[in-house]
């Protein structure tokens, strides 16, 4: 991965982005190419050859785009590398948040780099797209399910050894979607030890209605556990939240919406809410009904 020079490596950046865009996407060439592109920092993946297989750039307004990797070349961890490579050049140029127009099939791929989603759909180019953003660092705003469902998706790609999840009976709309649900799976299979705490204020709806993460769960006992409040008082707070022990947290003011904040950079916030958390699961009991069903 290198940092491009416009002028010098324009064939390269060319090369990449008229065979993604212009041949394979039908993208208008005229569209393709902007005033932007020679005030931008892009980046390159090449080959040991020094064939370019990517391309992607940051904007003056800091926005991330033309990413871009040639098809042969994909599912290799080039789009990863490169995403990671921008991120690091605007923490450089210390700018508070980034944003992109992801195309609607990238969305996963941009969520578990943290990236949230803001605002409705829209097309570019004829192609579905819809704004993302990520805080570096910080949290950043929560809008709905999606954007919720990012953020969760996010902290468990992110998580080292664990995730703790406090919701008021599993959420119903966020964490029994397939996205979500799969990431917690990813992260409960890695090799190593590692757990997903969840604390709930009502187990027994969860266990009526059938929620899909229990059957996860039961087939992992080793890394979930949960815990039901038993303090009144913790029976009657109104938010909900989620954080891992890398630094990221999602919190919502009322859990029985999805609005509110998160992201995989807001160490003070995901530091507060675990030991919140921590306080509240030594009180609480065990729900050893879920290990019976």
Same mark, same amino acid.
Not at 14 to 19: D, Q
Not at 127 to 145: C, F, N, Q, T, Y
């Given at each position: 991965?290198?940092?491009?020079?416009?002028?010098?490596?324009?064939?390269?950046?060319r090369?990449?982005?008229?065979t993604v865009?212009?041949?394979?996407?039908?993208?208008?060439?005229?569209?393709?190419?902007d005033?932007l592109?020679?005030?931008?920092y892009?980046?390159?993946?090449?080959?040991?050859?020094?064939r370019?297989?990517g391309?992607?750039r940051l904007?003056?307004?800091?926005?991330?785009g033309?990413? #871009?990797?040639?098809a042969?070349?994909?599912?290799r961890?080039?789009?990863e #590398?490169?995403?990671a490579a921008?991120?690091?050049?605007?923490?450089?140029?210390?700018?508070p948040?980034v944003?992109?127009?992801?195309?609607l099939h990238?969305?996963?791929?941009y969520a578990?780099a943290?990236?949230?989603?803001a605002?409705?759909p829209f097309?570019?180019?004829?192609?579905?797209?819809?704004?993302?953003r990520r805080?570096?660092?910080?949290?950043?705003a929560?809008?709905d399910a999606?954007?919720?469902?990012?953020?969760?998706?996010?902290?468990?790609?992110?998580a080292?050894?664990?995730?703790?999840?406090y919701?008021?009976?599993?959420?119903?709309?966020l964490?029994d979607?397939?996205?979500?649900?799969?990431a917690?799976?990813r992260f409960a299979?890695?090799?190593?030890?590692?757990?997903i705490?969840?604390?709930?204020?009502?187990a027994a709806?969860p266990?009526?209605?059938?929620?899909?993460?229990l059957?996860l769960a039961q087939?992992?006992?080793?890394?979930f556990?949960?815990?039901?409040?038993?303090?009144?008082?913790d #029976?009657?707070y109104?938010?909900a939240?989620?954080?891992?022990?890398t630094?990221?947290?999602l919190?919502?003011p009322?859990?029985?919406?999805?609005?509110g904040e998160?992201g995989?950079d807001d160490?003070? #916030?995901?530091?507060?809410?675990?030991?919140?958390?921590?306080?509240?699961?030594?009180?609480?009991r065990?729900?050893t009904?879920?290990?019976?069903l």
């Amino acid at each position: 991965m290198v940092a491009a020079d416009y002028a010098r490596d324009h064939a390269l950046l060319r090369a990449v982005r008229e065979t993604v865009f212009v041949q394979e996407q039908q993208v208008p060439v005229e569209l393709e190419w902007d005033a932007l592109d020679p005030l931008c920092y892009h980046v390159l993946a090449l080959d040991a050859g020094g064939r370019a297989l990517g391309t992607a750039r940051l904007t003056p307004e800091r926005r991330i785009g033309r990413m #871009a990797v040639l098809a042969p070349s994909r599912g290799r961890g080039i789009g990863e #590398a490169m995403l990671a490579a921008l991120l690091e050049e605007a923490r450089r140029r210390q700018w508070p948040e980034v944003s992109l127009h992801a195309q609607l099939h990238a969305l996963p791929f941009y969520a578990r780099a943290g990236f949230v989603p803001a605002g409705p759909p829209f097309e570019e180019a004829g192609i579905g797209h819809r704004e993302m953003r990520r805080r570096l660092p910080g949290a950043s705003a929560v809008e709905d399910a999606e954007s919720a469902a990012a953020v969760l998706v996010a902290l468990a790609g992110h998580a080292r050894r664990e995730l703790g999840l406090y919701t008021r009976a599993m959420d119903p709309g966020l964490l029994d979607r397939m996205d979500v649900l799969d990431a917690l799976r990813r992260f409960a299979v890695r090799p190593g030890e590692h757990r997903i705490r969840v604390l709930l204020q009502d187990a027994a709806t969860p266990q009526r209605g059938g929620a899909p993460l229990l059957p996860l769960a039961q087939r992992l006992p080793s890394v979930f556990a949960f815990r039901e409040v038993r303090d009144p008082v913790d #029976a009657r707070y109104p938010s909900a939240y989620a954080f891992n022990d890398t630094g990221g947290a999602l919190f919502r003011p009322l859990g029985h919406r999805f609005d509110g904040e998160g992201g995989v950079d807001d160490a003070p #916030a995901a530091r507060r809410l675990q030991l919140e958390f921590d306080r509240v699961w030594e009180r609480s009991r065990p729900c050893t009904e879920y290990r019976a069903l």
